[in-house]
């Protein structure tokens, strides 16, 4: 198994939350550590318990971004929706925002502790140019830039060396019904995925020596429903100029589309394939996810490629319809397979 992220056997970072999270936070998370390094991951998280929602905790504390409720387009079969950010002034990072979970997490695994932010993109796409307080949006983008390039400056100087920004803005562009929404909001839809691209670069291009930055593209994950569908291809050069160091990509049914996107990805850079669903209890079988990962490497080296589930379990505090084991089982399935393909 390689030992420098992303890891052959990977996920993306929240898991269902246990029953006494409440009661002992603190505990709840030294647990799911433990379980996560008996499996052989080596990428380890906090599971995402110290937050109830996957961007929100982190997005609302930035200054200048409030909360609204969600006016479209919904997640399909869930009556609930989540809120969505919007910037009502001028933004900043002005005070530190999840360390102090990063740092209990640091302390409490022998592994690699992983540290999930949303992307900046996340602070534009729900609401759009109609949600941004801003009269100048090269200004707000510059400023959004700079709010995450002093947040990865604090993880790095708390230790951190595997940063992910969770990022839907790439994915959701590649259906219709979403780039409609975009132009009702007030923006091009063709222009956005450079846009964000450019926006991503920016922040990156600071971060220290050692540090991995991957970035999770996802089409929705909320109590196990979702929100847009159509493959890669749309977006994917401009996705994959974002200077992350690895994308974690969702290939985990007919609605992500096909593997030829990949072979727009740029040389050195790793892609995790997303094939083991986080939504459904049924089990991909080994010889499933082998004959998947082959068919990835018509597009790309295979030695250039790792394994995860397509999402988190719990992209929210409600989780994912699957119980504890069986999201056990299909964390242990992907080592399985890692270890297979790759030794």
């Known amino acids: 198994m390689n030992l420098k992220p992303p890891f052959r056997a990977d996920h993306v970072g929240s898991l269902l939350r246990p029953a006494g999270l409440k009661a002992d936070p603190q505990k709840a998370i030294r647990e799911v550590v433990a379980r996560q390094e008996s499996l052989g991951l080596e990428g380890i998280t906090d599971g995402e318990f110290s937050r109830e929602w996957w961007h929100l905790d982190f997005l609302k504390q930035l200054e200048g971004v409030a909360l609204r409720e969600n006016p479209g387009p919904k997640f399909a079969g869930s009556e609930e929706q989540p809120p969505i950010p919007i910037v009502t002034g001028k933004l900043r990072y002005s005070k ?20 999930t932010i949303p992307s900046p993109s996340m602070l534009h796409l729900r609401a759009g140019r109609a949600g941004i307080a801003y009269k100048d949006m090269d200004e707000f983008w510059s400023d959004a830039a700079a709010a995450y390039r002093a947040a990865i400056a604090a993880f790095a100087k708390a230790g951190c060396t595997y940063l992910q920004l969770d990022d839907v803005a790439f994915a959701y562009l590649c259906d219709p019904k979403i780039r409609e929404a975009c132009k009702k909001n007030g923006d091009d839809p063709a222009a956005l995925p450079a846009r964000y691209a450019r926006t991503i670069r920016e922040v990156v291009r600071s971060k220290p020596p050692g540090m991995t930055i991957a970035m999770h593209t996802c089409r929705g994950n909320f109590r196990s429903a979702w929100v847009a569908e159509g493959g890669y291809e749309p977006v994917a050069e401009a996705m994959f100029s974002s200077g992350v160091d690895a994308f974690f990509m969702e290939f985990d049914s007919s609605r992500a589309g096909g593997f030829e996107p990949l072979r727009f990805v740029p040389p050195g850079k790793k892609v995790v394939l997303g094939l083991v669903s986080s939504k459904t209890p049924q089990l991909e079988t080994v010889d499933f996810l082998m004959e998947r990962i082959q068919e990835a490497g018509r597009y790309m080296r295979v030695e250039d490629l790792c394994l995860s589930p397509q999402c988190g379990f719990s992209s929210t505090h409600h989780g994912n319809k699957l119980t504890p084991e069986e999201q056990w089982r299909k964390l242990e399935r992907v080592v399985e397979v890692a270890r297979e393909v790759w030794g």
């Open 96 to 115: 530190p925002i999840m360390i102090d979970d990063f740092a209990f997490l640091k302390s409490v695994t022998k592994k690699t502790p992983k540290f």
